[in-house]
């Protein structure tokens, strides 16, 4: 899953990296999906294809090399973010299912 932001730059969301038919800039870019749905974004083609091929390298390695994917930061404009964490709509990372405290 790779993120990226709504042409209005406030709504960020994770995109199945597998679901993408193409990519075009019309300018604005628009991400085409095998659903037929469209989705504008704020990143150009460049950034988005850079990103899946950030998260097919991180799992090649996983699955390859036998090692879990390592969490880094990619640069996001003027923030960053962590590959393979989750984020809630402050930006802030959530805990995810392996995270989360067990239910008493």
């Known amino acids: 899953m790779v993120l990226v932001t709504r042409i209005n ?10 679901m993408i038919e193409f990519i075009e800039e019309t300018p604005d870019t628009v991400i085409s999906l095998n659903t037929g749905k469209k989705i504008v974004v704020m990143e150009s083609a460049e950034t988005v294809i850079a990103r899946i091929r950030e ?11 036998g090692n879990p994917p390592v969490k880094r930061e990619i640069p996001y404009g003027d923030a960053a973010v962590s590959a393979g964490s989750a984020f809630d709509e402050d930006g802030l990372e959530s805990a995810g299912p392996a995270d989360a405290a067990p239910e008493a």
Do not use: S
């Open 9 to 18: 730059k406030v709504e960020q969301f994770y995109v199945n990296e597998d």
């Open 55 to 65: 998260q097919r390298i991180m799992v090649h390695h996983a699955v390859v090399d």
